[in-house]
């Protein structure tokens, strides 16, 4: 079955970087589009980026901070994180585009 395991969150400052990871089991990794989510304390969970396999798309607040990357040959998703804001806080997840099987998520906590 699909499994998600989202990692690399913790605790940065404003204008810090973080870089999320996501491996992926259970399908076709290679040919899926894969997004990244988040939640923020009090709101409901927004869309942040898909990529597939060679193209991405972000949220329009997000472009120019957020990148994110995959390696096929590891069934891996990366988020690189900069310039990092405390509007960022939230916990992040990794999706199937189509999917409807969520990982436990990754804690960022952008500090003022």
């Known amino acids: 079955q699909v499994q998600l395991v989202e990692s690399g969150g913790g605790l940065v400052q404003t204008g810090g970087s973080l870089r999320l990871s996501c491996a992926a089991s259970?399908?076709?990794?290679?040919?899926?589009?894969m997004s990244w989510y988040r939640r923020a304390p009090g709101k409901e969970r927004e869309w942040v980026a898909d990529i597939g396999s060679d193209s991405a798309g972000y949220a329009d607040s997000l472009k120019g901070r957020f990148t994110a990357s995959r390696d096929d040959t590891k069934n891996m998703l990366y988020l690189q994180m900069t310039n990092l804001k405390p509007e960022d806080t939230a916990v992040y997840y990794c999706?199937?585009?189509?999917?409807?099987?969520w990982g436990q998520g990754t804690q960022v906590t952008v500090s003022s």
């Open positions: 259970g399908f076709n990794f290679r040919t899926t589009v």
């Open positions: 999706r199937q585009r189509y999917g409807t099987v």
